[in-house]
């Protein structure tokens, strides 16, 4: 069978082209004919001062990469798959503080610290606070009598006081961590106005804030996550650094990517209205994890060869970049019956939205499938006639789905 014909120059972390679609039909070619495929890249545009990358599209060799970090790296080239073309080496082996960023055995030591946050007990002394926090998100937006946007009025709102009750920022600082954290993935976007310094620097301020939060617990230490990671005596702890990329980290795959599942599943329930009325009625706990399927929130992480290798039938290199096409996985019909369905009652639902299993697998799965949950319950019981006012703006990125603007009526 012949390969497909990609056009000339066709890149799958094109920024221009995720501002406008997650290329779904490219990537469906590519599972049913050559399901790792070189995509050339040329005059360092990713940042990475080589020829390109394997782009990896089906289900099961996600998860196989994913599944072997001996073989592929999470930490030689990070897992971002496309910086700017003008950033240096330093900057992206100062990223590799991030546990993102990290292989075993040093990632290994790492989250099993963090996740003494994430267990479920902690999940559910979250629970009630965060169910009366979506109610007061909603209320205020339900009787407005002009569209809003639904993006920064309510579906940043959860996620970011989930993250504020959770490590134990103060309410009133939620919104510098939204401004911080936009500034971060939003260099590539020119609405913003945002250069990658800024970007770096609005990192360094995230850093900074938690690391003042860490020297202020070891010496005072509370009843708090924070206490718990950095001042455990005779368990291991986080130094002050390692707290302040922690918490870097939340921002983004605690706080973006939850807003975007949220802000996707709302579109595609205002535009699948069978589903909304299925939802409103029968309440499925199947419901969080197709929201996140349908969005994947983040399209692609990466991963660099360690040895040479093979990969669905093509040799792979040492020190090549593979890219893992998440949102590709997610529409596998090998997997997934009619993937191309938003369908709440889909089960079993083995999508890779929250990593494809292995080291980094999502930690705070727990918490953003309950923030999803609780979310959409508020929405159905106080604004069942939820309407989509304008099509959504979407986010000029590399890897991640994002949407800046989703205009809704409250009935």
């Known amino acids: 069978m012949a390969c497909p014909a990609l056009p000339e120059g066709f890149d799958f972390t094109d920024p221009d082209l995720l501002q406008h679609r997650v290329p779904l039909p490219e990537f469906a070619d590519l599972r049913s004919v050559e ?8 005059d360092n545009v990713a940042g990475f001062q080589d020829e390109g990358y394997w782009a990896v599209t089906r289900h099961a060799d996600v998860r196989y990469v994913s599944t072997h970090p001996e073989l592929f790296s999470s930490s030689v080239n990070t897992a971002i798959i496309r ?31 963090v996740q003494r946050g994430f267990t479920p007990r902690s999940i ?18 339900r009787s407005s009598p002009e569209p809003f946007d639904f993006v920064t009025q309510v579906a940043c709102e959860l996620p970011l006081q989930a993250i504020a009750e959770l490590i134990g920022i103060p309410q009133g600082d939620r919104a ?43 010496k005072c230490p509370a009843q708090d996550i924070v206490s718990t990671l950095v001042a455990a005596e005779d368990e291991g702890n986080l130094n002050s650094d390692e707290f302040g990329f922690f918490v870097l980290m939340l921002a983004v795959a605690g706080n973006e990517t939850t807003r975007n599942a949220i802000t996707h ?48 039938g093509k040799q792979i290199k040492k020190g090549e970049r593979v890219g893992l096409f998440y949102a590709s996985a997610n529409h596998d019909p090998e997997v997934f019956e009619n993937p191309g369905r ?30 999803i949950d609780l979310i959409f319950n508020a929405i159905a019981d106080a604004m069942p006639g939820i309407r989509l006012v304008e099509d959504p703006r979407r986010l000029r990125s590399a890897w991640i789905n994002g949407v800046k603007e989703l205009k809704v009526s409250a009935s």
């Open 35 to 42: 399901p790792v495929r070189w995509i050339p890249q040329s």
């Open 83 to 113: 910086f700017n073309d003008h950033i240096d080496r330093a900057s992206i082996e100062a990223q590799r503080l991030i546990m993102l960023n990290m292989d075993p055995p040093e990632h290994t030591r790492v989250r099993q610290i």
């Open 124 to 141: 559910r002394a979250l629970e009630e606070r965060l169910r009366t926090r979506a109610h007061d998100i909603v209320e205020i937006v």
């Open 176 to 218: 510098r961590i939204f401004d911080w954290s936009n500034k971060m993935i939003a260099y590539d976007d020119p609405e913003f106005a945002v250069t990658e310094e800024v970007g770096q620097q609005s990192a360094a301020e995230i850093i900074s804030y938690a690391m003042d939060m860490a020297g202020e617990r070891k």
């Open 265 to 312: 599943g709302m579109h595609a329930f205002l535009t699948h209205p069978e589903q909304w009325e299925l939802y409103r009625s029968e309440r499925p706990s199947t419901m969080a994890e197709e929201v996140v399927r349908w969005a994947t929130p983040v399209v692609s992480f990466q991963r660099t060869a360690t040895q040479d290798t093979e990969l669905g």
């Open 342 to 371: 938003f369908d709440i009652m889909r089960d079993p639902n083995p999508h890779l939205g929250f990593g494809g299993g292995g080291p980094h697998y999502c930690l705070g799965k727990s918490l953003a499938v309950l923030e």
